[in-house]
């Protein structure tokens, strides 16, 4: 594969799980031999941590989108095939910079276009709000990935979500491919149950396999700084986010 | 409540569904929400770049954004073809977006390929900042705003 494929993870919703998605399925992606370059686009700067860095390197996305260093002086590589663009201690100030919207709502864009060669995949996480930061990566990526969990509120997100899409459409120059996929997922509860089956009615084709399962391992890797594969090697987690990260590659969709 | 009746009460997804096929759904363009940008740049699709009086120079237009992409791009591209040497007149240039930005990088790489100089005769410093933020000030061959300078 030549083209580097560029994913946003998002959800406008927090806490469904777009920065454990990215970590896990960027190390799924990394460990499958592609070249991972996972991207930290929320001021949380949740990402770093998360691949063990608990001392956030300082510069990251906020320089890159405003061309103050290339991306190759920023990256941090942390594991065979997986590097990191941090979000960088100024990435808060982001929303808050002077200057037109429109012009600031393409800076990922122009940052792509001055080079990003040898990635096979790079994923963004977003962070929760309908920010500046969003639109750069809503108007920037090929696809996006939208993690679900299973219930009322998520769904509700997920409607605000199609909107938010929807307004950004005639300022993209290509289609966006839209994958969705359920997170933190309870096959026992009633309501996960329902959701999932709506979610499959007004998207066939787009909800990617695998489930990912609510499990405390997953939840415990971020303070280990470790991803599930090295935290918890045969765990339900490690096995759902390999799988997640096949349906991706593959396009296995949900029956 | 018996087992077989559903917990959820409202399709929030089936709202949208109706409101995306009704075409309800304001865009951006409409209703403003990037900023004021969008609408300039609208606004300046019906002042497209022209040569100036003595013909020498081309002026830009005041906001140069995503709408005027198409129509400035054949402009550019006809005066590409005609050779020579070119020059801009970005004096009145208060607005630019990324798309404006991204078009005028293109055409200055072409202009290098062809072996046209292409000359600045007035620039704004709202394009001088943007070329600087946006890291195309050495290709675009624009110096840095007075008040950056200072
Ligand atoms: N499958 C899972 N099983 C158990 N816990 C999970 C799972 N996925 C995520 N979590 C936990 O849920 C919390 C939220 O997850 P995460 O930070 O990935 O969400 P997020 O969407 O990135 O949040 P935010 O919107 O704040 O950026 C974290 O504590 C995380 O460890
Ligand atoms: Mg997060």
Redesign the pocket.
Known sequence: MNDTQLIGVLNQK??V????S?TNLGHALARAGNRVLVVDL?P?S??SPSLGLFKAPRRGSHEWLLGEAPLSELVVHTRENLSLLASGERLREFEEMPGSAAQRARLLQAALQRGHEGYDYILF????SSGLLVANAILAVDEILVPVTGDYLSLNGLAHLLLTLKRFEPFRDRPMEQWFFLSRFVARRRLSKEVAERLLKHFPERVLATPIREAAALAECPAAGRTIFEYRRSSNGAADYSNLARDLVERRMMA | MSDSEPILAHDPLADVAEKLEHGEVATLAQDNAVGDADVAAREAAETPAAPDEDGTAFVLPGQLGIQDVGELHGLLRDMLDAGGEIRFDASAVDNVDGAGMQLLAVFFKEAVTHGIQVEWRGVSNTLAEAAGVLGLRELLNIQPSEAEAR
């Open positions: 927090g806490g799980g777009k920065t454990t990215t929320d949380q949740h990402l996480d977003c962070p929760p």
